[in-house]
């Protein structure tokens, strides 16, 4: 499986556009980027996938580079409902959860 | 309503004795997961099922064990052999468990507390 890198916290000013960036460099071809967020002692929470194009839904953006070796979670407008911990998955069945990243969004 | 049901939310008991968790869902889906979450920690993938009557071990599988019936539950159950079981545990479904696109939904946890 490929690991993923995310910086531990971030802050964000509510009405601006959170940034969260995850480096996979060794991902393989066919491996799926996944963003989940969690809700302090709540399950986990499906954001969005993509494999090679940018994709967007209701909740947000995922930008993947090129090569694929790093991505970018965008949510455009943030709320403080936003604030979570923020996980970048490469896919295969086991799904590794690392520690993710803190986004704080603050008034 | 579709979804993840476990319950109950909190489970306290005394060390040495096995306790059962509940995973149920709704959404008609293939594949079952079991994590552990510890605090400040990411999951761990526990046990997971791709079709009823079949499981497989995941990363932390000792201590614990499970059985898939039917494909709506996936219980776990916490056995004495678990060394450090107070933890957060959370169930998930997908369509299936292959490599394709297939998000996980998850369940909103048991905390479990053992002393």
């Known amino acids: 499986d490929a690991k993923t890198t995310q910086p531990p916290s971030m802050d964000c000013a509510e009405g601006r556009a959170a940034n969260l960036p995850c480096n996979h460099s060794?991902?393989?071809?066919?491996?799926?980027v996944y963003w989940y967020r969690q809700i302090h002692s709540q399950g986990p929470q499906y954001i969005i996938h993509?494999?090679?194009n940018n994709e967007t839904n209701e909740m947000a953006s995922l930008i993947i580079t090129e090569d694929r070796k790093s991505s970018t979670l965008i949510l455009p407008h943030a709320t403080l409902r936003d604030t979570a911990v923020y996980y970048c998955?490469?896919?295969?069945?086991?799904?590794?959860f690392g520690a993710g990243t803190r986004l704080t969004v603050k008034p | 309503d579709g979804g993840i049901t476990q319950s109950p939310k909190y489970l306290f008991r005394k060390e040495g004795q096995n306790v059962t968790l509940s995973c149920e869902q709704n959404?008609?889906?293939?594949?079952m997961y079991w994590y552990r979450q510890d605090p400040g920690q990411g999951l761990r993938l526990i046990y997971y099922?791709?079709?009823?009557?079949?499981?497989q071990k995941g990363d932390i599988a000792e201590g614990y064990s499970v059985s898939r019936e039917k494909k709506e539950s996936f219980p776990l159950t916490v056995t004495s052999a678990q060394k450090n079981p107070t933890a957060f545990y959370l169930c998930?479904?997908?369509?299936?468990?292959?490599?394709?696109?297939?998000?996980?939904?998850f369940g909103p946890g048991t905390r479990l507390t053992v002393t």
């Open positions: 998930a479904s997908s369509i299936d468990a292959d490599q394709g696109p297939y998000e996980q939904y």
């Open positions: 060794t991902i393989s071809g066919n491996e799926y």
């Open positions: 993509g494999l090679k």
């Open positions: 998955i490469v896919r295969s069945v086991n799904m590794r």
């Open positions: 959404l008609n889906h293939d594949a």
């Open positions: 099922s791709q079709i009823v009557n079949d499981f």
